[in-house]
């Protein structure tokens, strides 16, 4: 070789060098990518039902614990205030929740005979992942099949017992497996809502939740799914569980956690739901979602073999801490705070804290400032496998909020006496205070009696580049949507109280998210404004308009030969919605042409004819409804006028029931709203009372059997009809029949259900039909119709001596 060749070859391989190190290290990033929270929702102790509560509450003082609630009778029954007894718990109090028997059973499409024997965490996880989902921005759609991994932190469901009566197993039905078991809480949620990827119920005790959010974590990073749902769940509904836990006196008898103090006597048990999203934040970015906080690294280990299967590990919490802060590339020191198990025993808060101290002290008392730790079990109990989900919501709000609530009641209440204190670089706060460092980075802790330990590094978001300041003074669209009249004026009221408070710089944001970050009902209301005052008092004025919305998918553009007039329309919303009518009108495009496009951008096919040259508006959009024809102007003679014009015909458009896309009314750095609104649920009482008496449902069973004797004459078709409806019904347990106009799966009906439908109508007709061939698609009136001829058909071929032909 010559020397310009050795050159050249060294110069390519150190290209390939550089090009490798460049891979490598992008590899190395997409190991450790942050996550962002962009959703969150909670059920707490204390009637705390939002995030917003839930931060009020930290910030004030006051514990959430309550006597046992008087559903709750098993648990009542068992106690006795001297510790010690066989078969009786010592505890009567708790953090509980205010209302667990209620539930929207109808917006979630399941039927009032399975939402009764649902476990009561089911019913509250599918409503509170669907606010995360909301408050995310989310638009939940079963159809879409969205890309979301469901991680479910659960240790107990404790409600299917009130149906376990030896004397009486009438009441045990298939929904007795899926209501109850750990595996359809998370699966349920992706059932019900569409879900496509990864769908897991961890049991790891107290560290559920936050082992599940560790998995999800994982699986972003891994690509297995694009948004991840974390949720947490724990409800106190066994009094064999209280009573267990009492013999080993885990628990307080004053039903409190007493965290690092030195009264601890054991945790207070607490109940709650929580829910996250999560997804990788490049992507939030890039979706203009709402971050709240970034997840930047988590790890679990477990304690091997310690001194006993439920006592605490320091070493092992050791490594759990470092695994954490090193998958998070964040230094010891640079910790602003740290949200502690802190159960408030005696043995394993001083384990916890000597454990930390072990881990961050050294770099903590170099930098001179203490390090701030809490627990939020001291304020609303210990909630077991939903406690590290309602950690993380709090810390995010912390890093939110850039604030430390006091974690101790400023009373002047001795510390734990068997933690050296004086010797630690860590400080527990009896005030609010101000985050102690310019950054803001917190860890999360959660230990598992089961050995399991857990813990995720969060930092505050700071966005790469300052947000663009919103483009204010164009008109607006307001959308909201709901499945019956009544929730969507509750919502139309609380939106409307939220645009009162509302900064009016936030107005396209806020528009832009209603409009694309919630799913599309058939009950409507959209109005047109300018200013939050303006959209305020329209959703006042339009809140009676609450009929449902018909299908409708194309529209009429109606154009006079005035192309100067609509080249400069075409102008207008160009400069109003560049997003929606960028690259229009193309090349050689008449702007008839062009603006007939335009409106099919939003989802609507669009016919255009042209009408000979007059007065009135340029162009007009014209649809059919059932009332006749409806017509606004899309263009109008005044110039300037477009905007407004379009918006008012794309109000139109919804209300009439057209499905519609509205994201190019948007500017590519409008953002979400995270805090807005979320769906107002109609909840009706679904629950099993306890104890269940020997009598069973025997009453309710010999009137069934009493209806069923009742079956008329098969050519009848219009009584048969009804019967059918009737049968149905009562397979739904419902309290009115469905809507004839709905299919069978829409009145909340399954495979069990039409198993048990078809079987009662062969019991009654012989009608040679199985489930798998009933059509359920077909809306109820067109389904009954079919049977009502067939059940017809074939008792008139016997009554001729023919055997039907199936």
Known sequence: MDPAQ??????????????????????????????????????????????????????????????????RPGLRAVYDPVPGKPGRSYVDRAGFLSDISHFDAEFFGISQREAKLLDPQQRMLLETAWEAMERAGIAVRRSDRLDVGVYLGMMASEYGERLEDRSDMTRIDPYYTTGGGLCFGAGRISHVMGFRGPVMSVDTACSSSLSALHLAVRALRAGECRYALVCGSNLLLSASLMVSLCQTRAVSPSGRSKSFLATADGYGRGEGVGAIVLMRQDDAEREGRPVLAAVRGSAVNHDGAASGLTAPNGPAQQEVFRAALADARVGAGELGYVEAHGTGTALGDPIEVGALDEVVGAAVRERGVPLPIGSVKARLGHLEAASGIAAVIKTVLMLQHGEIPAALPDDGAELNPHIPWDRLALTVPR?????????????????????????????????????????????????????????????????????????????????????????????????????????????????????????????????????????EALTELSDAFPRAAAGLPAEGQRPAAALAELAGRFGIRVRTEQESAGTGAAARLEWETPDGA?????????????????????????????????EGLGTPDTRLLGDLPTYPFQRKRFWIDEPLTGAGDGGTQAAREERGKAAPAPQDREAVRAYLMAE????????????????????????????????????????????????????????????????????????DGEEPIA
């Not at 580049?465 to 008109?475: C, E, I, K, M, V």
Request: include cysteine; aromatic fraction near 4%; charged fraction near 25%.
């Open 6 to 71: 050795i050159r050249q070859l060294m110069e390519d391989q150190l290209r390939l060098s550089r090009r490798l190190k460049s891979r490598i290290q992008e590899l190395e990033d997409e190991k450790h990518a942050p996550l962002a929270v962009t959703g969150m929702s909670v059920r707490l102790p204390g009637g705390l039902d939002t995030p917003e509560a839930y931060w009020d509450f930290l910030r004030a003082e006051g514990t959430a614990d309550s006597p046992i609630p008087e559903d």
């Open 431 to 567: 005030r609010n205070q101000p985050w102690p460092l310019a950054r803001k980075v917190a860890g999360v802790n959660s230990f598992g009696m089961s050995g399991t330990n857990a813990h995720v590094v969060l930092e505050a978001y700071e966005p790469a580049h300052p947000a663009p300041a919103p483009r204010t003074g164009r008109p607006e669209l307001l959308t909201l949507s709901a499945k019956d009249p009544v929730a969507l004026a509750e919502l139309a009221v609380a939106v409307g109280g939220y645009l009162k408070k509302a900064d009016p710089a936030q107005l396209p944001a806020l528009c832009h998210t209603l409009r694309t970050g919630r799913a599309t009902f058939a009950h409507r209301l959209a109005v047109t404004g300018t200013t939050v005052t303006e959209l305020a008092e329209g959703l006042e004025a339009a809140r009676g308009a609450t009929a449902p919305a018909a299908g409708l998918r194309v529209a009429v553009l109606r154009v006079r030969a005035d192309d100067a007039r609509l080249a």
């Open 630 to 662: 409806a017509s606004l102007p899309l263009v109008g003679e005044q110039p300037g006028t477009a905007p407004r014009l379009l918006l008012a015909a794309l109000a139109g458009l919804f209300l009439a029931g057209a499905d519609l896309r509205f």
């Open 728 to 799: 149905l019904t009562e397979a739904l347990h419902a309290s009115q029949e469905p809507d004839p106009d709905g299919s069978f799966l829409d009145a909340g009906g399954d495979s069990f259900l039409s198993t048990l439908f078809i079987t009662k109508v062969e019991e009654s007709y012989e009608l040679g039909l199985t489930a798998e061939e009933l059509p359920l698609e077909l809306p109820l009136r067109e389904l009954f119709g079919r049977l009502a001829d067939d059940i017809a058909d074939r008792a008139g071929a016997r009554a």
